[in-house]
Structures are given as structure tokens and as C-alpha cells.
Nanobody, 123 residues
Framework: QVQLVESGGGLVQAGGSLRLTCVAS????????MGWFRQTPGAEREFVAG????????YYGDSVKGRFTVSRDTAKNTMYLQMNSLKAEDTAVYYC????????????????WGQGTQVTVSS
């Protein structure tokens, strides 16, 4: 069993930065993939960024490439999302999740989720 807790959301002006943190309790296997997703009311959960837990390969959604950076600290069982040059359209609830089966951008394949953290970007 894995429990995830996100933090770091808040209100920021357009062009600003935020750093999200996802702390996992329980074992994360090296074959797992951890991802950041975001969701707005009435929309499906959208893949933002993710990282292969063992080797650290990173992946990004097209809308955040060049602005967001995902990283992890395996010793702390923690994943981060550094968000720079934020835009109003980045406003959403951000979730972290674990897919034990490996790389995936589909939220339906993830087994564990955090409770989410709200990010609001004012224009």
C-alpha cells in the first residue's frame, strides 16, 4: 500500500513559479512510474509530467515542456514539480500518482493517488 501527500500549491501571478512536492509512504519499486496530473472542473485528469522511479527518465505533456521540471529524491521517497513561467491556463488541482506497471500518461492506469493541491495562476 502506498499513500501520497501533495503540497506546495497556492496562488501565484502569471509568470511566477511554484514547487510542488509529493511525499510517498510505503515502498516505491524501481519499475514504478510516478506522475503529476492536473484537473479542472468538468475535465478529465491531464498528464503533466512524470518520472521513472528507478532510472529517473522524465516525460512531459506538450503544454508544459520547457516550463516545468519533474525530479525525485529516492532516499526521501519524494517527487517534485518545479513550475516556472506559470500561465492562467495552468490553474488546476494537481495530483501525484503511482503506476506500478511503468510509464503511462493515462490516469486510469494509476493505482495510487494523493488528495491533490490547488494551483491558481492569476493573469
Amino acid at each position: 500500500q502506498v499513500q501520497l501527500v501533495e503540497s506546495g500549491g497556492g496562488l501565484v501571478q502569471a509568470g511566477g513559479s511554484l514547487r510542488l512536492t509529493c511525499v510517498a509512504s510505503g515502498r516505491i519499486f524501481s519499475s514504478s512510474f510516478m506522475g503529476w496530473f492536473r484537473q479542472t472542473p468538468g475535465a478529465e485528469r491531464e498528464f503533466v509530467a512524470g518520472i521513472r522511479w528507478g532510472v529517473g527518465n522524465t516525460y512531459y505533456g506538450d503544454s508544459v515542456k520547457g516550463r516545468f521540471t519533474v525530479s525525485r529524491d529516492t532516499a526521501k521517497n519524494t517527487m517534485y514539480l518545479q513550475m516556472n513561467s506559470l500561465k492562467a491556463e495552468d490553474t488546476a488541482v494537481y495530483y501525484c500518482g503511482v503506476d506500478r506497471g511503468g510509464y503511462s500518461t493515462m490516469y486510469t492506469s494509476y493505482e495510487y493517488w494523493g488528495q491533490g493541491t490547488q494551483v491558481t495562476v492569476s493573469s
